[in-house]
């Protein structure tokens, strides 16, 4: 699916401790109705003063055993064309005195360019390790995209590394589980946020693995019933687009500007490209025609985001969710589960992964006031252990420096009977082991969920 949908709500504010009531809308800074220009500027997620964020928060008895990193890519060139018009001519060569600036993006480039012949799963050897086009390719990171998450690394890097010492100075590859789809802006993201984490890491301990499934979904991608959930939920979407006659005349217009069928237009997905153009303040295209322009952008930028809201109530995306995830949390609770034994084992997690790959995740796991994953988006699961009580381990999940743990729906009622500032591991473990299955409908594993007969 590479449909944009990007959600509306406010996103709840990292509030800690007792103080967790739903806080109204900030009247500064979060418009009342939805503004698609805004929500727009979240979603390109433009590097600027580092971020307040809540990771790495915890009373002082506990100790910080693992964290599990699933992140977006960074900002990168559109993957579809407007037809007939030029493409935006935006630079995807590194240069270290072009906004967006990072101090370490010079030593970054040198790191990188010792890095050929680093033992990565095939066929990710074949990757660029940088980007490095004048004009960028389609689907390439920019230094945008590069930047946000030498950021992302960075901010983690203060935290576990420095303050938690989550690593020690002399790890070594086993304490690492790295992992990306086969797209160089994956693999060039990961090894971004790397460099700020890790910075000159030494290339020999480095082990990318390739994951050939969005999902993530390994060896166990084959799920019947997620597929009828998906392709319900497409039905959905296309019934909302055929409701909506404003959307239908902009694709309409914008057609005719250049000169092209509406349908052929509309299957060149234009928000991908006017969102390149948005981000990275390039005007809009023209034609002898007309120009393509801001209104046209804020109707389909306004319809994803009531999509979203609408997919959000009908609940097919959810279970096509709770399916798509499971594989990929499953996985993130056995490491959690031997970490928590003592094990010391990849400790460390980084998953570098698509929107389609979050957007699952997050609404399997209950949070439906997220927002769609922005460029660079990190969703962080971090485990811990209280140290007056050893055996106990706890859960706390982030999203982009927001703690979320107590809005998944495994944990909503836990701090109403708990004074933890965390979710218990059992409670998370008991979700994907039980409770997923249950939401689906009485099936008690994977398998028979995905394959279910009569649903």
Known sequence: MGVHLIPVSTAKNGVSGRSRKRILPDPV????????????????????????SMEGHAPHHFKLVS??????????????????TKRPEIDCTLVANRKPYHPKLEAFVSHMSKGPGASFESPLHSLPLYPNHPLCEM?????????????????????????????????????????????SRTLQSGLALLYGFLPDFDWKKIYFRHQP?????????????????????????????????????????????????????????????????????????????????????????????????????????????????????????SRMQRAAAGRKEEIFTLYSAHDVTLSPVLSALGLTEARFPRFAARLIFELWQDREKPSEHSVRILYNGVDVTFHTSFCQDHHKRSLKPM?????????????????????????????????
């Open 213 to 333: 499934s969005a999902l993530f979904c390994s060896g166990n991608c084959y799920c019947p019933v997620r597929n009828q959930y998906l392709e319900k939920e497409q039905r959905r979407q296309y019934l909302l687009r055929l409701k909506n006659s404003q959307l239908e005349r902009t694709y309409g217009e914008m057609a005719k500007i250049v000169d092209v069928p509406t349908k052929q237009l509309r299957a060149a997905n234009p928000i991908d490209s006017m969102l390149c153009h948005f981000c990275h303040n390039v005007s809009f295209p023209c034609t002898r025609n007309g120009c393509i322009d801001m209104e046209h952008f804020k109707v389909i930028k306004t319809h994803q985001i009531e999509d979203e809201r609408e997919r959000r109530e009908k609940k097919l995306y959810l279970g096509y969710a709770l399916l798509g995830a499971h594989p990929i949390l499953n996985q993130t609770i």
């Open 67 to 84: 964290v599990h990193v699933l992140i977006r890519h960074g900002d990168r060139y559109p993957l579809y064309v407007i037809p007939k």
């Open 29 to 52: 800074t979060e418009p009342p109705v939805t503004d698609p220009v805004y929500e727009a500027r979240l979603y390109c997620n433009i590097p600027s003063v580092a971020e307040r």
């Open 139 to 183: 689907g390439e990171l920019t230094q945008t995209g590069v930047v946000q998450h030498l950021q992302n690394g960075q901010l983690l890097r203060d935290i576990y590394l420095k303050k938690h010492r989550l690593l020690p100075n002399d790890w070594s590859t086993e304490q690492l589980y790295l992992e990306t789809t086969g797209k």
């Open 423 to 455: 979710c218990p591991l059992e409670n998370l473990v008991r979700f994907v082991k039980r409770d997923m299955f249950t939401a689906l409908g009485g099936t008690t594993n994977y398998h028979d969920a995905c394959h279910r007969e009569g649903f």
